[in-house]
């Protein structure tokens, strides 16, 4: 159904701001819950219960709704799933956005399995830059840890990244104690000889799945403290609109990100949401509270009635999660809303 010509939407971006004073930049849209992995820590063996094609957001759907988020102010968009590439025609869904008004950076998480295939086509298409989950260079245990992945594939589509002049690249690595924390410095050695960004991440209790590998758990407090006793780590700074505090190592242009949501959060500078493949606008990553946009959007809401809902929802926001106080608020699995 088309909107409303009659509601015009807003001509000049402005600030989105919730109810703690916190400016919205930073959209992750996830464009499917399906990921072509089965990471133990996101998504259980043998789910099944995606989201239905019927119910996912068009392409048309999506560019309405960023559209109206960048006339609101946001600069930033972020394609995630699942793994964003099993949805087909993604390329043509990043041209579109990457066109949009006021849209300064359009990027891409991804597991890189099927980067071969797309990474030319991608940065074609104006993505900037990529993150890759990568948790093992060892090929039996990346297999263990993603359920069926295989390692051969993700390091090619990292190759063909580069190769496209993809960059930044920023591997993220959760880590996991007695799981991959034999692994820290090869990660480190392998990202700098490729030229990428290695950043580090502290599970979270999302879903049973999270929640399970919270025995898992490493306070990356302690993960920099091992990895300065192997490199001089100075204060440092990589573009982006994530969480992540960095480090440099000295005389090397290797960057080290540690992204902390347990041990230090960072919900009093958070600038993002994200919108699920369903529609639905999830306002913290560690809350169950969401908008859904969808039926809005097919009951022909305005552009400019769009823009409304969204800036009310923002309200929604919460100051900070509860992952500590919590752990158990959150039921839905990572891959339903995305990285």
């Given at each position: 159904m088309d909107a409303d010509p009659s509601s015009s939407p807003t001509k000049q971006t402005a600030a989105l701001q919730d109810n703690f004073g916190r400016t919205i930049k930073y959209v992750r849209l996830s464009v499917t819950d399906k990921c072509?992995?089965?990471?133990?820590?996101?998504?259980?063996?043998?789910?099944?219960?995606?989201?239905?094609?019927?119910?996912?957001?068009?392409?048309?759907?999506?560019?309405?709704?960023?559209?109206?988020?960048?006339?609101?102010?946001?600069?930033?968009?972020?394609?995630?799933?699942?793994?964003?590439?099993?949805?087909?025609g993604l390329p043509e869904l990043a041209t579109r956005l990457s066109?949009?008004?006021?849209?300064?950076?359009l990027s891409l998480s991804t597991n890189a399995a099927l980067l071969t295939r797309h990474a030319k086509a991608l940065k074609n298409a104006g993505?900037?830059?990529?993150?890759?989950?990568?948790?093992?260079?060892?090929?039996?245990?990346?297999?263990?840890?993603?359920?069926?992945?295989?390692?051969?594939?993700?390091?090619?589509?990292?190759?063909?990244?580069?190769?496209?002049?993809?960059?930044?690249?920023?591997?993220?690595?959760?880590?996991?104690?007695d799981?991959?924390?034999?692994?820290?410095?090869?990660?480190?050695?392998?990202?700098?000889?490729?030229?990428?960004?290695?950043?580090?991440?502290?599970?979270?209790?999302?879903?049973d799945t999270g929640r399970n590998a919270s025995?898992?758990?490493?306070?990356?407090q302690e993960v920099k403290k091992t990895l300065s006793q192997e490199f001089d780590l100075i204060p440092g700074f990589v573009a982006g609109g994530g969480p992540a505090r960095y480090y440099k190592v000295r005389d090397n242009d290797l960057h080290i990100g540690f992204i902390t949501p347990i041990s230090q959060h960072f919900c009093e500078t958070c600038n993002r949401v994200r919108i699920s493949v369903d529609g639905s606008?999830?306002?913290?990553?560690?809350?169950?509270?969401?908008?859904?946009?969808?039926?809005?959007?097919?009951?022909?809401?305005?552009?400019?009635?769009?823009?409304?809902v969204i800036a009310e929802a923002i309200h929604l926001k919460p100051e900070k999660h509860v992952f500590n106080s919590n752990p158990n608020q959150v039921i839905r699995f990572m891959s339903m809303t995305g990285g």
């Open positions: 072509n992995m089965r990471c133990f820590y996101c998504l259980p063996e043998g789910f099944k219960g995606f989201e239905v094609p019927d119910n996912w957001l068009t392409f048309d759907e999506i560019e309405r709704v960023i559209s109206a988020f960048t006339r609101l102010g946001v600069s930033r968009v972020r394609l995630t799933g699942g793994e964003p590439l099993v949805r087909k066109a949009l008004d006021n849209l300064e950076d993505i900037s830059r990529i993150n890759v989950s990568l948790d093992s260079l060892r090929a039996d245990r990346f297999k263990s840890i993603t359920g069926n992945g295989k390692l051969a594939e993700v390091l090619a589509g990292l190759q063909a990244a580069k190769d496209a002049g993809l960059s930044p690249v920023k591997i993220n690595t959760v880590a996991m104690k799981v991959n924390d034999d692994e820290f410095i090869d990660l480190v050695n392998y990202c700098g000889d490729m030229g990428f960004t290695l950043r580090f991440i502290e599970t979270m209790p999302v879903g025995d898992s758990y490493l306070d990356l606008l999830y306002l913290c990553l560690g809350d169950e509270h969401k908008f859904e946009l969808r039926p809005l959007l097919r009951q022909g809401i305005s552009d400019a009635g769009l823009e409304e």
